[in-house]
């Protein structure tokens, strides 16, 4: 088996995230070149702890980890964003969510409680501005012709609550072209 990496994920509230989802499934079905990443399995990508293998994160480390994001994370106010439109891009097509300053803060507090444990340099991934991805290329495809469809199957959009992260393993599914992940622990925002 592959190697899985920490990380911690916003996962969207399946009823929320549902009619945006049901917009664009049709035209992710459609499209040969991109591997739809199954519903349950969509989340919004907070920290990725890189360069050691689950397999080597020692158990006071994971109960390091969840703790430190525990005490930083505890303080922070749930906040909610709007999840869309969905964007055709070099290697996914994602959904925007914006505003992005709550997340963006979420996402700097997550990392400075990992960072506390695993070191600076095993927290500096960047996902680019917060986003959810419906699927990730499979092969080459023009994103032109993509977003055009993606932009004509609807105008829809949905506020998605942010009040908790979950801190995963997580694997990547080669053959597939889909990430799925166990759930390590859920750590609530402040309501």
């Known amino acids: 088996m592959e190697w899985t990496l920490l990380h911690v994920y916003f ?8 009619p945006v989802v049901d917009a664009y499934r049709d035209v992710l079905d459609e499209v040969d070149c991109v591997a739809r990443q199954p519903d349950e399995w969509l989340h919004a990508t907070v920290l990725m702890v890189d360069g050691i293998p689950t397999r080597d994160v020692t158990e006071q480390q994971r109960a390091d980890v969840e703790q430190q994001l ?37 996402v700097t507090l997550a ?4 960072g506390a444990v ?23 495809g023009d994103s032109g012709i993509i977003q055009t469809t993606l932009r004509a199957a609807t105008d829809l959009r ?13 694997h990547f599914d ?14 609530p925002l402040k309501r």
């Open 158 to 170: 949905a506020t998605l609550t942010v009040d908790a992260v979950r801190l995963v393993d997580t």
């Open 70 to 106: 525990r005490q930083v994370l505890g303080g922070l106010d749930a906040f909610t964003v709007t999840c869309g439109p969905a964007l055709a891009g070099r290697s996914s097509i994602a959904l925007d969510l914006v505003p992005d300053k709550d997340f963006m803060e979420l």
């Open 11 to 18: 996962v969207p509230d399946p009823v929320e995230i549902a």
């Open 174 to 187: 080669r053959d597939l072209v889909q990430f799925r992940w166990e759930d390590l622990a859920v750590i």
């Open 111 to 114: 990392k400075t409680a990992a």
């Open 118 to 140: 695993f070191g600076k340099a095993a927290v500096q991934y960047s996902g680019g501005r917060p986003h959810i991805s419906l699927g990730y290329a499979t092969g080459d």
